[in-house]
């Protein structure tokens, strides 16, 4: 499953406003629902469960890396957002490092495999230095994009 096919383009956030775990997490879920992938009426019910799962462990992976995860009932398919932080977030991630950018994805419960398959995906290109690297630097939603695209593409030469 490529990147390019679940990441919402319009909910990007290239420059988070937010400072802390859980207002970007809620500045997250209101990209997408702006966005029209979810509905507003559930984004308290969303962003309440993203948080608990944050509770009761961190998705501060490392490396400046955060990746929250839920599945939820009014989610069809597999969704997912990037928001890029100037200042870095406290995760309480594994290495306790400030997290940079957070890649937030929401699937539908009854796909288990292709929740699965999207997080694989991800996390395989989430281990490369130069797609972590680019991925912070990008300043622009066209960037993201483009970076996305790029390692869908698979380009040995660019390291993604």
Same mark, same amino acid.
Request: charged letters at 25%; aromatic letters at 4%.
């Given at each position: 499953?490529?990147?390019?096919?679940?990441?919402?383009?319009?909910?990007?956030?290239?420059? !988070?406003?937010?400072?802390?775990?859980?207002?970007?997490?809620?500045?997250?879920?209101?990209?997408?629902? *702006?966005?029209?992938?979810?509905?507003?009426?559930?984004?308290?019910?969303?962003?309440?469960?993203?948080? +608990?799962?944050? %509770?009761?462990?961190?998705?501060?992976? =490392?490396?400046?890396?955060?990746?929250? /995860?839920?599945?939820?009932?009014?989610?069809?398919?597999?969704?997912?957002?990037?928001? %890029?932080?100037?200042? =870095?977030?406290?995760?309480? #991630?594994?290495?306790?490092?400030?997290?940079?950018?957070?890649?937030?994805? !929401?699937?539908?419960?009854?796909?288990?495999?292709? /929740?699965?398959?999207?997080?694989?995906?991800?996390? #395989? /290109?989430?281990?490369?230095?130069?797609?972590?690297?680019? !991925?912070?630097?990008?300043?622009?939603? +066209?960037?993201?994009?483009?970076?996305?695209?790029?390692?869908?593409? =698979?380009?040995? *030469?660019? =390291? !993604?």
């Amino acid at each position: 499953m490529k990147l390019s096919k679940f990441f919402v383009a319009e909910a990007l956030v290239p420059n !988070l406003n937010s400072e802390t775990r859980n207002e970007v997490i809620r500045e997250l879920i209101e990209a997408l629902a *702006q966005s029209g992938r979810i509905k507003k009426k559930d984004i308290e019910e969303i962003v309440e469960q993203l948080i +608990e799962r944050e %509770n009761q462990g961190s998705t501060g992976i =490392g490396k400046g890396i955060a990746v929250p /995860h839920i599945k939820h009932p009014s989610i069809k398919s597999i969704i997912a957002t990037v928001g %890029n932080s100037q200042k =870095g977030i406290d995760f309480s #991630s594994l290495d306790q490092a400030p997290v940079y950018s957070i890649l937030l994805l !929401l699937s539908p419960p009854n796909n288990p495999d292709q /929740h699965l398959e999207a997080m694989e995906n991800l996390f #395989s /290109h989430l281990q490369r230095d130069r797609f972590r690297k680019f !991925l912070r630097q990008a300043e622009t939603t +066209e960037a993201i994009v483009d970076l996305l695209e790029e390692a869908d593409a =698979g380009n040995p *030469q660019s =390291g !993604l």
